[in-house]
């Protein structure tokens, strides 16, 4: 009784077809006409006594599974014949002799209730067997050369697939692992932003009404000043115009202060009045005439000479040769004071 549910015919063409899919790219067109050619007549026939036969009592998946072994075989046996370099007129009798070997082989195994693992090692073993020694049954009539040889037996396109199927398989695993990095990142980027939102929301609701920021930043740096001494205080406060240095000094004098500024808000007052402060470079000869010839650059020579006129012999030298980017030799403090009162005399 023929096997029921199971569709010899319509398998064959779709194993036919999935291969038409994989087969190598790279391939001429008659080759890889000749490997789908070779998969669907194996398939077919094999699909087709296994469905006549009445005495093995298989099932549907059985002769499914028996089919579609040597479906995959035949797929990349006939590859690596094609990339042996063997004839094209030897490839169908090597073939016949895989596809019958796998056809016993499935059978006996399936018949004597072999694991399924177990029976698809025994039917490698014995395609490689059959594979390599019809390669040295053409060696020994002279058909083919032992570099051929040596060639057609190295190929193993079930190997080359299962290795870039795992490279494929590690590239999808990397690309999901830089995907949830990403996502991670983008993520903390938002609880981030959240996070400085709440806290900037929190400092403006504890601001005062009515002071705006310059006010702020005013109260912080009073706050500031009034841990230096005085002299530093009014040094600082030179530096201001009369209504801010006014209104710093009022602050300064408010015995509560403290309380009328949030702790968060004044770090923040001063991390911003932190990125305007000029940064302290190192005092060096390159440094002092670098400062000096901005100056000369902007100022005439006249002028110049007009400020240090009733300076010292030494200092009139050291702008002289300035002007030449020569670094006359005296203390290199006193080169930087001179350079810095040239810069506030202009």
Not at 20 to 30: F, I
Not at 141 to 168: T, Y
Not at 224 to 250: C, G
């Amino acid at each position: 009784m023929p096997i029921e549910g199971f569709d010899y015919k319509a398998f064959a063409t779709s194993m036919s077809e999935q291969a038409k899919e994989l087969v190598p790219k790279e391939l001429k067109d008659q080759e890889k006409e000749y490997i789908v050619k070779t998969l669907g007549n194996f398939t077919l026939l094999a699909g087709e006594a296994l469905y006549n036969d009445t005495q093995l009592n298989l099932t549907a998946d059985q002769a499914v599974f028996i089919t579609q072994v040597i479906a995959e075989w035949s797929f990349h046996k006939s590859i690596d014949l094609i990339h042996s370099g063997i004839l094209p007129q030897y490839w169908d009798s090597i073939m016949q002799k895989i596809a019958f070997t796998i056809f016993e082989v499935a059978k006996q195994a399936i018949i004597r209730k072999i694991p399924q693992d177990q029976l698809l090692q025994a039917v490698e073993h014995h395609v490689i067997k059959v594979y390599n020694s019809s390669i040295e049954e053409l060696q020994k009539k002279g058909i083919i050369n032992e570099e051929i040889k040596n060639r057609a037996e190295s190929q193993s396109n079930i190997d080359a697939m299962a290795k870039q199927a795992q490279e494929e398989q590690q590239r999808q695993k990397m690309a999901a692992a830089e995907e949830s990095e990403k996502n991670l990142r983008e993520a903390e980027k938002k609880r981030e932003e959240k996070r400085k939102k709440y806290k900037q929301d929190k400092v403006l609701a504890s601001m005062p009404q009515g002071i705006t920021n310059k006010q702020m930043k005013l109260m912080t740096l009073a706050l500031v000043l009034k841990i230096l001494s005085q002299d530093k205080v009014t040094t600082i406060l030179n530096k201001f115009d009369s209504n801010d240095s006014l209104a710093i000094s009022q602050y300064m004098n408010m015995a509560d202060l403290e309380s009328h500024i949030d702790g968060d808000l004044i770090s923040n007052c001063l991390k911003e009045m932190k990125e305007y402060l000029p940064i302290k470079r190192k005092l060096t000869k390159e440094n002092v005439l670098g400062d000096l010839l901005r100056v000369y650059r902007t100022v005439p020579r006249e002028k110049i000479e007009r400020i240090i006129k009733n300076e010292r012999p030494l200092v009139k030298r050291f702008i002289a040769q300035s002007y030449d980017g020569e670094y006359y030799d005296i203390p290199l403090r006193v080169a930087g004071i001179v350079a810095q009162y040239i810069s506030e005399s202009v």
